[in-house]
Nanobody, 128 residues
């Protein structure tokens, strides 16, 4: 399993923006699916956005559609989550995950359920 480290969280006012980063010492080429998840206090992890090289488009959780953008820079072994128009409901600890899935639809499968170990995450607090 690839080791991932999240960064970029912080305190931001409603309507503000943040870009989260997810970095690995190396991304094996077969780890073609990446995703961002979040866990609010007292709640389970939920898939926020996932991206697969086998899928035409990334998937987004309905509440973040149009506000968040997932991307990946293979040269930098880094994935990103750009978050615009942040709302208090976005307050959570954010985690990233990656896994190999050579079949189309892998982004949706990852966002539905990740079975691996979570990294340290990065805290996002949206508050005035």
């Amino acid at each position: 399993q690839v080791q991932l480290v999240e960064s970029g969280g912080g305190l931001v006012q409603p309507g503000g923006s943040l870009t989260l980063s997810c970095t690995a010492s190396e991304f094996p080429s077969e780890y073609n699916v990446i995703g961002w998840f979040r866990q609010a206090p007292g709640k389970e992890h939920e898939g926020v956005s996932c991206l697969s090289t086998k899928d035409a488009m990334p998937v987004y959780e309905a509440a973040v559609q149009g506000r968040f953008t997932i991307s990946r820079d293979n040269a930098k072994n880094t994935a990103y989550l750009r978050m615009n128009n942040l709302q208090p409901s976005d307050t959570a600890k954010y985690f990233c995950a990656a896994r190999p899935d050579p079949i189309r639809g892998g982004a949706e499968r990852l966002c539905k359920k990740f079975f691996g170990a979570w990294g340290p995450g990065t805290e996002v607090i949206v508050s005035s």
